[in-house]
């Protein structure tokens, strides 16, 4: 369970976060929709501690992140970068199998390896790949490394920021099922941001939509097509005029 | 007209102030992670080599040719007052107190501090950093803390191979061009150097060894955005490691041989 109460956040000048309330249970999976640069990733490194709010509280299992144990919590989630952010000195296998290897229950070398391989197969990799380094990848190989290298540990809880940006619609198709997946049969909590419609249908139990620094629209993913939210609807449907400006 | 002045000598002053306080806290946070376990034995593997042993050749190169040229010097100076035969011992000395160390420092700051800044600034930018933290490690005690204990460890081997070949380099300067017999020149090199010559010099350079990667983890741990956030990180370190080293340089010396 992940609560959000009042969060913002500015950068300088730039007010991204003016204050979100947001809510997802145990279990459920959330899509954060919203226009380029309006703070969707920053807002996920909010919650993980990357980056520290200005104001409000941010509460996981109803404890304030700000005074729990911050390796206990983080030990729960995982995380899947917009930009891979691999280890580009690590081999592929090393990236995923890099919190296996590490902390009271690392696996030996050997096993480490063959569950890193077993994770690269589920995102539709190769075992070749895994002695690769990450330069020596394409684009969407990459991400689809990082989001190995996010759900290896098998955490609780997961973030991914983007995961189908930059695949073919097969593999997006391969990963959406993937992240359901995780969800439906592991019982993790997951947040996902998209630009990606087709992913919010697939991944969304509940949708959530960031304008302006705030929550605009938030609900389950079935009324996300009844609702009369002009944002919303300009949004989803990918009009150009509508109330929020293309040019920002 | 004259408070812009003030202004304009007082803000790089802040300024520096400022870094200083940033660096001091950094450096104790730091220390503060050097005792508690996880330990990352790899990487401090890793970083011995990497600022160890690939610095070799040029601090080898440095330290040959500057004993080449003081000995040159000093004969040249020395012939002044009939004192030809002090070459030996004061290549030695001015090897192993100051410019073993101090050059040696320099060297791997440009060497060392700079590649340390790059690559930590580069993993900060592409949000490597952040990916530690997210997979339960520190970057302090995965990233910083084996590079400064290989530094600090690694620097004063470093000097001391330094001085060897500095010495070697006055040698050969002495007994090819400046007519020393060979034996008479080792004996008088050996003769007149003591222990602490040497023992300041190695304790030195590990003071330049932890600013070096002390710098270099800072800057390359507080970069700012794109290749141009690492581009300034890396000058940073390479200057702020170079005038500490030279600054801790006069410290030492005075705390070490004013009595
Ligand atoms: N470390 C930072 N320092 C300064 N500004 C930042 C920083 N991180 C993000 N910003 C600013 O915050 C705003 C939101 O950035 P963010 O990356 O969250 O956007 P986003 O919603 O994820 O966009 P996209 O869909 O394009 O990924 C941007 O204007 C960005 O410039
Ligand atoms: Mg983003």
């Given at each position: 369970m992940i609560e959000l109460r009042g969060v913002a956040k500015r950068f300088g000048t730039n007010q991204v976060l003016r204050g979100i309330d947001l809510s997802l249970p145990k279990g459920q999976s959330m899509v954060i929709i919203g226009g380029?640069?309006?703070g969707k990733s920053v807002l996920l490194k909010c919650i993980l501690g990357l980056v520290r709010p200005d104001a409000g509280t941010i509460l996981v299992d109803g404890q304030d992140v700000e005074r729990t144990n911050r390796d206990a919590l983080l030990a729960r989630f995982g995380m899947l970068f917009q930009g891979g952010a691999l280890f580009d000195s690590m081999r592929v296998w090393e990236n995923v199998a890099f919190r296996l290897r590490r902390g009271a229950k690392a696996l030996p070398k050997a096993r480490a390896r063959e569950v890193a391989v077993e994770k690269l197969r589920r995102v539709g990799l190769k075992p070749e790949v895994a002695d690769l380094f990450p330069a020596e990848l394409s684009g969407g190989m990459q991400k689809r490394v990082g989001l190995a290298r996010a759900i290896a540990a098998e955490p609780e809880i997961i973030f991914f920021d983007?995961?189908?940006?930059?695949?073919d619609p097969i593999m997006s198709g391969v990963i959406n099922e993937l992240i359901r997946e995780i969800v439906v049969e592991m019982g993790a909590t997951a947040m996902t941001i998209t630009h990606d419609m087709t992913s919010v249908r697939a991944i969304a139990d509940r949708v959530a939509m960031l304008h302006d620094g705030l929550i605009r629209w938030t609900g389950p993913v079935s009324g996300m097509d009844a609702a009369d939210d002009p944002y919303l609807q300009q949004f989803i449907h990918g009009r150009a005029k509508g109330p929020i400006e293309s040019v920002r | 007209m004259i408070a812009n002045l003030l202004a304009a000598i007082g803000r790089p002053v802040i300024a520096v102030l400022a870094a200083c306080g940033r660096v001091t806290l950094f450096a104790l946070e730091v220390l503060s992670h050097l005792?508690?376990?996880?330990?990352?034995l790899r990487e401090f593997g890793h970083a011995v080599m990497q600022i160890g042993w690939n610095s070799l050749p040029v601090v080898a190169m440095t330290a040959l040719f500057t004993g080449g040229a003081l000995a040159l010097q000093i004969y040249a100076g020395g012939s002044r007052f009939n004192a030809e035969s002090v070459v030996p011992s004061i290549v030695a000395i001015g090897m192993a107190r100051e410019l073993g160390p101090v050059l040696g420092g320099l060297m791997v700051a440009a060497r060392v501090a700079s590649s340390i800044a790059a690559e930590i600034g580069t993993m900060k930018v592409t949000e490597q950093v952040d990916a530690l933290v997210t997979l339960s490690t520190n970057p302090l005690k995965y990233l910083v803390v084996p590079r400064l204990l290989a530094a600090t460890l690694v620097v004063p081997v470093l000097v001391a191979v330094g001085d060897s070949i500095g010495i070697m380099g006055g040698w050969l300067v002495g007994i090819s061009r400046?007519?020393?017999n060979s034996a008479v020149y080792l004996k008088n090199t050996v003769d007149f150097l003591e222990f602490w010559d040497i023992g300041s010099g190695l304790v030195k350079g590990a003071a330049f060894g932890f600013i070096v990667a002390l710098m270099g983890c800072h800057f390359g741990l507080n970069s700012g955005r794109g290749a141009q956030g690492v581009g300034t990180a890396t000058k940073s370190a390479v200057v702020g490691a170079s005038v500490l080293i030279l600054a801790t340089n006069y410290l030492l010396t005075g705390v070490f041989f004013s009595s």
């Open positions: 380029s640069g309006t983007e995961p189908t940006t930059g695949l | 005792l508690r376990p996880p330990f990352y400046l007519q020393f």
